[in-house]
């Protein structure tokens, strides 16, 4: 039996594709043969092996392999799950959800900051938060002009500016409403205007039409 192993072990691998036989004989002795015929007649009823394809005998698999997507710069990698985060990527167009708060509180501090340029009486700063249509149709010296000679002042402290509110349009377009004190330059009471101003996102900062603030002069 031993014996018949060593063959089995020692024959060439160009042997590998060919059929083989095998039966154990009345001593118990386990035989291999690649020829048929060879296989005596008493033993072929328990040959375990029949003639089969070479391909088979060499283990070849021809189940066809399940093709692998090329991924640029990655190699080959499997192809992804049905349903995945691989299978379906986020848009490229997808964009990011509008802070709405975030951009009404930015509108609303500009037009803080306008109003107190205006009490501060920094009308060449002042100008730069005009629109670039406004400031197309209204030169920096006829605006300062008129901002001196207008015929009212802010109010004074906290009457300056109350009861802001913005809401928002756009991305770009905030609308928001104050009420103005202003009272005349020779003194007297304290006149509330409620105004809405229409903000809009240009080149980074909020600005408005400079002639809403003329009207409240």
């Known amino acids: 039996m031993r014996v018949a192993l060593i063959?089995?072990?020692l024959l060439p691998s160009s042997m590998g594709l060919a059929e083989t036989y095998r039966w154990v004989d009345e001593k118990g002795t386990i035989n291999f043969t690649q020829d048929y015929e060879s296989v005596p007649g008493k033993y072929r009823d328990q040959v375990k092996e029949k003639p089969a394809e070479?391909?088979?005998?060499?283990?070849?698999?021809?189940?066809?392999?399940?093709?692998?997507?090329?991924?640029?710069?990655?190699?080959?990698?499997?192809?992804?799950?049905?349903?995945?985060?691989?299978?379906?990527?986020?848009?490229h167009g997808d964009k990011e959800p509008v802070n709405?708060?975030?951009?009404?509180?930015?509108?609303a501090d500009a037009l803080t900051a306008i109003i107190t340029l205006w009490k501060d009486g920094k009308?060449?700063?002042?100008?730069?938060?005009?629109?670039?249509r406004y400031r197309t149709t209204t030169s920096r010296e006829k605006f300062v002009e008129r901002m001196k000679h207008g015929r009212r002042d802010l109010?004074?402290?906290?009457?300056?500016?109350?009861?802001?509110?913005?809401?928002?349009?756009?991305?770009?377009?905030?609308?928001?409403?104050?009420?103005?004190?202003?009272?005349?330059?020779?003194?007297?009471?304290?006149?509330?205007?409620t105004e809405t101003f229409e903000m809009r996102l240009e080149k980074g900062t909020w600005k408005t039409d400079l002639s809403k603030l003329l009207k409240t002069r």
């Open 123 to 132: 009308y060449e700063a002042l100008y730069e938060y005009g629109t670039d």
């Open 100 to 107: 709405k708060n975030r951009l009404e509180s930015d509108a």
């Open 7 to 9: 063959l089995l072990i």
């Open 54 to 91: 070479a391909g088979e005998k060499a283990g070849v698999d021809k189940a066809p392999q399940k093709p692998l997507e090329q991924d640029s710069g990655k190699g080959l990698q499997k192809s992804p799950k049905k349903g995945s985060k691989e299978a379906s990527p986020k848009s």
């Open 155 to 193: 109010a004074s402290s906290w009457e300056t500016l109350r009861d802001v509110d913005a809401k928002f349009r756009s991305p770009t377009l905030v609308y928001v409403t104050a009420k103005i004190g202003t009272k005349t330059k020779t003194g007297g009471n304290v006149r509330f205007q």
